[in-house]
């Protein structure tokens, strides 16, 4: 049986992942938690590592938050770059692996909209978080090339799951509390990624590598969310605000800054599409993605 390294499997993505990953894998686990079977912060330190493994599976990483400061800027660099760099170190202590997966994130291209955006499109994230999953992305482009590894990234899109994080639990608690409106007819689309599909993928990257958008191959729109929230939790469909009041109450809060609930950014991701394309994964993997509508549960 190949033994794999997950980083990370104490979050969002290794409550979800572990229970397929381990029927199929001997899996050891590096985070930050007593649960796991390296308690370690990679951010800070090269982890010492017991064993040589087959496959690393690196989804740890800091994202869902905005940073206000300069500290919390470097904070993404600290977790997403130079603890992929920490965890190479150690892997070279320790024995390189055959293949090495890399969570990444579509945010690295730097769109608020747009559609069908395939791998090609460049990489002009200039959030704190997109740059350091670029980095990231470059560094390990090097190491695993140096190392003859096979080098997988994989650039989900919004994560679909029990409790997901993000935007989508965002969306999830603004219903269930009654402070979510819904924007116009709600038909933008949102490329939706479920969560268990990525430990379907693990065996297809550990043999191929290459770099692949993952998300859903037919992209819900807004008041498909809503719908399907809404029905999961007893409720009736959010209120809906007509598009041209949005538009005023976004340049109203476009004065106030970044006090206002509302500004005509925000406005324009709620509004307009943002889809990206998965069929290179389909095409050279043989990946077919769960319908995210048939299938997300919300707890």
């Not at 079977?37 to 990483?61: C, F």
Request: hydrophobic share 40%; charged share 20%.
């Amino acid at each position: 049986m190949n033994t794999v390294l997950f980083t990370g499997a104490s979050g969002f993505l290794g409550e979800n992942l572990l229970p397929n990953l381990t029927i199929h894998y001997s899996v050891t686990t590096l985070g930050l938690t007593e649960k796991d079977h390296y308690k370690v912060n990679i951010a800070l330190q090269v982890p010492k590592l017991e064993n040589q493994y087959d496959i690393i599976l690196h989804a740890a990483g800091k994202a869902h938050t905005v940073p206000k400061t300069d500290e919390e800027k470097k904070a993404f660099f600290d977790v997403n770059l130079q603890g992929t760099k920490n965890l190479c170190a150690a892997l070279e202590n320790s024995g390189i692996p055959k293949a090495f997966i890399f969570i990444s994130t579509v945010a690295v291209y730097g769109l608020d909209y747009g559609e069908e955006i395939t791998e090609f499109e460049p990489l002009n994230g200039t959030t704190p978080y997109a740059l350091s999953k670029i980095q990231a992305e470059q560094f390990l482009v090097d190491w695993c090339e140096k190392h003859d590894v096979v080098l997988s990234i994989i650039r989900p899109s919004l994560i679909a799951g029990p409790n997901p994080p993000g935007n989508l639990g965002a969306m999830i608690h603004g219903i269930k509390s009654g402070k979510y409106f819904s924007i116009g007819e709600g038909k933008a689309r949102k490329s939706v990624l479920m969560v268990e599909d990525i430990a379907t993928l693990v065996p297809l990257l550990a043999a191929k590598g290459g770099i692949y958008n993952v998300c859903d191959t037919e992209p819900p729109t807004f008041k498909d969310l809503e719908r399907l929230i809404s029905q999961q939790l007893g409720k009736s469909l959010p209120i809906s605000i007509p598009y041209g009041m949005a538009k005023l109450l976004a340049r109203i809060g476009d004065l106030l800054g970044g006090k206002s609930p509302i500004n005509s950014n925000k406005l324009d991701k709620i509004t307009k599409s943002l889809t990206f394309s998965n069929q290179k994964a389909r095409r050279e993997l043989g990946w077919k993605p769960t319908n995210v509508l048939e299938n997300f549960k919300i707890k």
